[in-house]
C-alpha cells in the first residue's frame, strides 16, 4: 500500500502526549478533583431529552454565547466558543497565522503555544523567561522587535510554572505587541487577578478560558475566548461549519448554573494549594510559587526522573516535565483532594528520606 506523504514540516515533530498510567492517585494533568456539583447530571439530561437530535446544532451558539457573556459581563458579540481552549488557540493561528507569519513565545510556557502554531503552517519565535521564570521584558522587547509576530501568546497562571502575570506587565506587552496578544487564562479563576478587565473592542487583546479546570468538564472538551467583536465574527469565519454540537452546547449553558459551587471549590483548592506548598517547603525541593490549581518543583536530592518513577511505584501519578525547556529535574503536581494530596506527600516524604 502505497501511503501519502506527511508534511514536510511535520514528519519529526513530536505529538503533545500526557503519559497515564494505572494508578491510584492521578495529579498530573490539572483536572478538578471533584465532579460536577450535585444537580448537574440530573438538570443536564434534562436539557438533553429536548435536544432535535436530526438536526444540526445552532451554528452560532448563541444562548451558549449570551450565557458566558452574562457570566463575564461582556456582549455576547465578544464570545467565540470552541471544543476546549486548545481549538481556539488553533482558530486564531488559523486565521492571523499561516506562512510567513509568526507568532512569540516565552519559555518555559505552555507546549500547545508552540505545536499548534507549527502544525498550522505558522513559524515560531521563542524567548526566554528570567531565571525565576517571570517574563524578562527586555527579552520580550526583543522578540516582538525583531520577530514582528502577529500573535504574541502570555500564559496567566504560567503553565507549568504557575506564575501570574501582572496587570503592568500585560499592558506593557500589549503595547509592545505588533499584533494579537492573547492571555491564556486557562487557570485564571485561581488567580488573584484576570486580564479580562483589559479587553475591549478597540485593543487587539483577547483571553482564553475552559471549562475543564474549575468547572469539573474536562470530558466535554469546551473552552472559549473573550475579546473584540470584530475578531470574534473573523474567527466565525473561519471555523468549520457546526464545529460545537448540541450536547457542548447545553452542557456549557447548565453548569453556568452552578458559579456560587465553583467558587466555593475554588476558593477550597486556593487554601489547599497553600497548605500543600506549605508541606512541600519542609522537604528538600525547590518549588515556586503558584497561582494556579498545579505547583512546580524539583527535588534538591535526588533526579527528578528517578522521583516521578518511585512516585508512580507508590500509584501517585505526577507531570514530568524534564523534557520542557529549562526544567530538568522538574515535576508538577496538580492539587487533588486533601486525601489525595495527602497520599502524594506521604509518598514523596517516603521517597527524599529513603537513601
Known amino acids: 500500500m502505497k501511503r501519502p ?11 503533545y502526549h500526557s503519559p497515564q498510567v494505572e494508578v491510584d492517585v492521578r495529579l498530573n494533568t490539572n483536572e478538578a478533583p471533584e465532579p460536577p456539583p ?15 437530535w436530526h438536526r444540526y446544532p445552532d451554528r452560532a451558539a448563541t444562548e451558549l454565547r449570551e450565557a458566558i457573556a452574562a457570566h463575564h ?19 486564531l493561528c488559523l486565521t492571523y497565522g499561516g506562512a510567513g507569519r509568526s507568532v512569540a513565545t516565552f519559555e518555559p510556557t505552555y507546549a500547545l503555544h508552540s505545536h499548534i502554531p507549527k502544525i498550522t503552517g505558522t513559524a515560531v519565535k521563542s524567548g526566554e523567561r528570567g531565571p525565576d521564570f517571570a517574563l524578562d521584558m527586555d527579552e520580550v522587547r526583543r522578540v516582538l522587535t525583531e520577530d514582528d509576530p502577529t500573535i504574541t501568546f502570555l500564559c496567566s497562571p504560567n503553565n507549568p510554572t504557575g506564575m501570574i502575570e501582572t496587570e503592568e ?19 485564571g479563576q485561581f488567580a488573584p487577578w484576570s486580564a479580562l478587565e483589559l479587553v475591549d473592542d478597540e485593543a487587539p487583546l483577547v483571553v482564553t478560558r475552559t471549562y475543564s479546570k474549575t468547572w469539573s468538564m474536562a470530558a466535554s472538551r469546551l473552552g472559549y475566548l473573550v475579546g473584540p467583536s470584530w475578531l ?17 452546547q447545553v452542557a456549557g ?12 471549590r475554588v476558593s477550597d483548592l486556593v487554601e489547599e494549594r497553600g497548605r500543600v506548598s506549605a508541606a512541600l517547603a519542609d522537604l528538600p525541593v525547590t518549588i515556586w510559587p503558584s497561582g494556579a490549581n498545579f505547583i512546580l518543583f524539583r527535588p534538591e536530592t535526588l533526579d527528578g526522573d528517578d522521583v516521578w518513577k518511585r512516585l508512580v511505584e507508590r500509584s501517585v501519578l505526577v507531570r ?36
Not at 173 to 187: F, I, M, N, T
Not at 241 to 248: A, I, M, Q, R, T
Open 169 to 187: 506587565t500585560v499592558r506593557a506587552v500589549a503595547d509592545l505587541a505588533p499584533g494579537l496578544v492573547v492571555v491564556d487564562e486557562a487557570y
Open 232 to 248: 470574534v465574527e473573523e474567527l466565525q469565519e473561519v471555523v468549520l461549519p457546526y464545529h460545537l454540537d448540541s450536547v457542548k
Open 73 to 91: 459581563g461582556v456582549r455576547a458579540s465578544q464570545v467565540f466558543v470552541a471544543n476546549g481552549s486548545n481549538e481556539v488557540l488553533q482558530t
Open 5 to 15: 506523504p506527511v508534511r514536510d514540516d511535520l514528519a519529526l515533530h513530536p505529538g
Open 320 to 355: 514530568n516535565c524534564a523534557s520542557w525547556p529549562r526544567l530538568d529535574g522538574c515535576l508538577r503536581l496538580t492539587l487533588g483532594t486533601p486525601a489525595e494530596d495527602d497520599r502524594f506527600l506521604e509518598a514523596l516524604t517516603d521517597i527524599l528520606e529513603t537513601p
Open 38 to 52: 450535585e444537580g448537574f447530571r440530573e438538570a443536564l439530561a434534562d436539557e438533553l431529552a429536548r435536544i432535535d
Open 253 to 264: 449553558r447548565v453548569a453556568l448554573r452552578y458559579e456560587a459551587e465553583m467558587r466555593r
